[in-house]
C-alpha cells in the first residue's frame, strides 16, 4: 500500500505554530500586566459608579444556577462587554473529585485586577453541592471587584469554621492508600423493530491510583453487540465483542520529565484479533511544567513496543500469530485561553521488520473567539493507515460489511468539522426562565 502525504496535513503545522506564536503573546502579554499592575498602585481606592457586567467562560458549569444565586451583578453574553471576564476550568484529581480553577481578568476599569485560585469538589459531592459550593467561590473571587462598587457596603464576610477544619494533622491516616475503585455494569441498550433487534452492552471495572509521583491504573473492560435482522423470511445475525484490559504506571520523575510502562490486551472479532498484547515502555517530556497542563502543555512521548498477537484467520499476510517490535512517537500540545483553545498533535509508529507498515496521525481542535459574538471552530483528523496486519485472507461479502463484522482494508481515514456561530442582540443576560 502507497500512499502520498496530502497538502492537508499542513493544517497541524498551522494549528502548531499558531499555538506556539500564541504562547509567546501570553508570556509579553504577562509582563505588560505585571508593568500596569505596579503602575496602578495609586487607583487601589478607585471605585466604579455602576454595577460591574460579569462574562462567565465555563464548559462545565450551571450557568442559569449561577445566574440565580448571583444576583448582585450584570451578566452579558460576550468577554467583549464585561468588566470581569470569569474564566473556569475543571480537572478530575485522582481520587474522582474535580479541582476548579477560577481566573478572574479585569477589563475596563478593573484592569489592574488579575488573579487565580482553585476550588477542591470531593467525588463524593451531588450535582447540587458541586452547584452550591462553585457559587460559593465564585462570591469570594467577586468579593475585591465590589468593594470598587456604589454597593460594597452592603457586604460582609463570614467564616464557618473552625482551627481544626484547616490546620493540616499530623496522624492523617488513609486506608485506601489513595486507590479509588470503580465498577461499572447496566449501560444496556435495547432497540426493537419489528423486523430489526439490537442490544448493546457495557461493563467493567476500574482501578487508579493518583500521587505527586505515580500515577496508576488498571481497567478490565466488556463490551458485548448482537444485531438481528429479518429480510424476506431470512434472519441475519451479527455478534462482536470488544473486551481487553488496559493498565499503565507512570513515574514523575521532574517537573517535565516524566516515565511509564503501559500494557494492553484485548480481543474483537470485527479486527481479526483473537488474543493481542502489547507492553510498552515510554518517556514523555513537558517543554512547560506539569502544573500549567490545564492552561498550556506541549509534550513529546516515545514508546517501543512488544506485541504477541494471535487471530481468528489466516491473515492476508499468511499469518495466523505472530510477535511483533515496534515504535511510536507522539508530539501534542494545548492552549486553552479566555480567547478560546488549540488542541493539536501528530503520532507516528512502525514495526521494525517492515519499515512500510507505519501509521501516521494528524490531530488539530481549534476554537477561537474571533471578534465579539462570532467563534469559529475547527476539528481534523487525518490518519495515513499501512500497518492493518490484522485483514483476513478470505473475501468479504457484502452481509459482513454492512454489519461491521470484518475491518476494511485503506489507506487513508479524513474527518472533519467546521463550525461558525455568530450572537448579537442585547448585551445582558440576567434573566433566567426555565419554562419547557
Not at 2 to 12: A, E, V
Not at 225 to 243: A, F
Not at 295 to 313: A, C, L
Request: hydrophobic residues 35%.
Amino acid at each position: 500500500m502507497n500512499f502520498s502525504f496530502p497538502s492537508s496535513s499542513h493544517i497541524f503545522t498551522a494549528g502548531l505554530f499558531l499555538l506556539i506564536f500564541s504562547a509567546s503573546l501570553e508570556a509579553s502579554s504577562l509582563n505588560h500586566e505585571k508593568n500596569s499592575l505596579a503602575s496602578s498602585s495609586a487607583r487601589d481606592n478607585y471605585k466604579i459608579e455602576t454595577i460591574p457586567a460579569i462574562f462567565i467562560d465555563c464548559q462545565r458549569c450551571d450557568y442559569n444556577y449561577i445566574r440565580e444565586e448571583i444576583s448582585f451583578i450584570d451578566y452579558v453574553r460576550d468577554q467583549q462587554q464585561a468588566d470581569i471576564h470569569l474564566f473556569i476550568t475543571v480537572q478530575f484529581t485522582g481520587d474522582g473529585g474535580r479541582e476548579y480553577e477560577l481566573t478572574f481578568i479585569g477589563r475596563r476599569s478593573f484592569t489592574d485586577m488579575n488573579y487565580s485560585f482553585t476550588q477542591l469538589i470531593g467525588r463524593n459531592m451531588t450535582q447540587s453541592e458541586i452547584r452550591d459550593i462553585l457559587n460559593d467561590a465564585i462570591r469570594i473571587g467577586l468579593a475585591p471587584f465590589m468593594m470598587r462598587t456604589p454597593i460594597s457596603n452592603l457586604f460582609t464576610l463570614n467564616f464557618h469554621g473552625t482551627p481544626d477544619d484547616y490546620v493540616p494533622s499530623n496522624d492523617t491516616h488513609d486506608p485506601w492508600n489513595n486507590w479509588v475503585f470503580q465498577i461499572y455494569f447496566g449501560q444496556v441498550q435495547l432497540e426493537l423493530e419489528s423486523n430489526k433487534r439490537e442490544l448493546e452492552g457495557r461493563w467493567g471495572f476500574n482501578a487508579n491510583r493518583v500521587t505527586s509521583d505515580w500515577k496508576l491504573q488498571f481497567r478490565p473492560y466488556f463490551n458485548y453487540d448482537y444485531t438481528e435482522i429479518n429480510q424476506d423470511d431470512e434472519t441475519i445475525s451479527s455478534l462482536r465483542h470488544r473486551n481487553g484490559i488496559d493498565s499503565y504506571a507512570i513515574k514523575s520523575l521532574t517537573d517535565h520529565w516524566s516515565a511509564g510502562f503501559f500494557t494492553y490486551y484485548n480481543t474483537r472479532i470485527d479486527n481479526n484479533l483473537k488474543h493481542r498484547l502489547w507492553v510498552s515502555p515510554g518517556i514523555e517530556y513537558s517543554i512547560f511544567p506539569y502544573r500549567e497542563a490545564t492552561r498550556r502543555s506541549i509534550n513529546f512521548r516515545y514508546q517501543i513496543g512488544y506485541t504477541h498477537v494471535n487471530y481468528y484467520d489466516m491473515t492476508i499476510f499468511e499469518k495466523e500469530q505472530e510477535d511483533l517490535l515496534s515504535q511510536r512517537l507522539e508530539a501534542r500540545a494545548s492552549y486553552q485561553q479566555p480567547w478560546g483553545s488549540i488542541y493539536a498533535g501528530v503520532i507516528g509508529s512502525h514495526y521494525f521488520h517492515d519499515f512500510n507498515l507505519r501509521r501516521i496521525d494528524f490531530y488539530t481542535r481549534l476554537s477561537v473567539r474571533l471578534t465579539e459574538g462570532l467563534e469559529l471552530s475547527l476539528q481534523n483528523d487525518f490518519e495515513i493507515i499501512q500497518d492493518q496486519l490484522s485483514l483476513r485472507a478470505k473475501d468479504l461479502n457484502l452481509e459482513d460489511i454492512l454489519l461491521a463484522q470484518q475491518e476494511l482494508a485503506t489507506d487513508f481515514s479524513f474527518r472533519a468539522m467546521i463550525a461558525i456561530s455568530y450572537t448579537f442582540g442585547s448585551d445582558f443576560a440576567n434573566v433566567v426562565n426555565t419554562r419547557f
